[in-house]
């Protein structure tokens, strides 16, 4: 069974400073994987999303993630937030062949002036 | 182009009253979601739909939840009898279709809230 662990619940960053939002993963086959981004009141937003090919992948807003097979890892990283930024982020692995997501449970990022 | 559409925003009910859930997914997306997502947790899934026809609902709670999409277009999920624990926001999803990995594009979903 897929599953998604964000080990960070909440992270606090200065405005400018560089960002690392973990996921691991666990899945039988290979993942497909999915950085979504939610404000406060709203709807999740896609930020990025790897099915193959190039490890690196990039997303809107600036952001990144990187699939590494051998860590189960696809973590989200930015080079320089922005206040606009602050919100709550979700890594999801695809269920093959069926086109829905499990979700992790997120992590609040917090952006200080 | 418009996005999911989702009403209404906010509701709250008392338990054992029922609810009403309403999404109308972008124009031309075959399948529609329905999640859960309660408060610290991320969103689950209850139920897609392929058109008018039910692809996964092994996640609904069906002795008290029900969901229904006819003419393959707008989709209401309901509860009945509401318990405290479904206090939730409810997020509904569409996407072009399953075999192309194709995007989920959310609404802003309902929160509700059951006193």
């Known amino acids: 069974a897929q599953s998604v662990t964000q080990p960070d619940i909440h992270i606090t960053v200065s405005e400018g400073a560089s960002l690392e939002l973990r996921c691991n993963y666990s899945?039988?086959?290979?993942?497909?994987l999915f950085w979504y981004v939610q404000s406060p009141g709203q709807g999740l937003q896609l930020l990025l999303k790897y099915f193959s090919g190039d490890t690196l992948v990039q997303g809107i807003k600036g952001f990144e993630a990187e699939f590494k097979r051998s860590q189960s890892s696809f973590n989200l990283r930015k080079p320089s937030v922005h206040w606009s930024d602050a919100a709550e982020y979700f890594c999801?692995?695809?269920?093959?062949?069926?086109?829905?997501?499990?979700f992790g449970t997120g992590t609040r990022l917090t952006v200080i002036p | 182009e418009a996005g999911v559409a989702q009403s209404p925003r906010y509701k709250i009910i008392e338990k054992r009253q029922s609810v009403a859930f309403w999404c109308n997914p972008i124009s031309g997306h075959a399948t529609l979601y329905w999640y859960q997502q309660i408060l610290g947790q991320g969103p689950k899934l209850l139920i897609q739909f392929q058109n008018n026809g039910v692809v996964d609902d092994s996640q609904l709670p069906k002795d008290r939840f029900s969901a229904e999409r006819l003419k393959g277009v707008d989709s209401t999920l309901k509860i009945q009898p509401a318990k405290l624990e479904d206090s939730a926001v409810y997020l509904c999803?569409?996407?072009?279709?399953?075999?192309?990995?194709?995007?989920?594009?959310f609404g802003n979903g309902t929160r509700l809230t059951v006193t």
């Open positions: 999801a692995v695809g269920q093959t062949g069926a086109n829905n997501l499990f």
């Open positions: 899945y039988g086959a290979t993942p497909y």
């Open positions: 999803a569409s996407s072009l279709g399953p075999q192309d990995y194709s995007p989920l594009h």
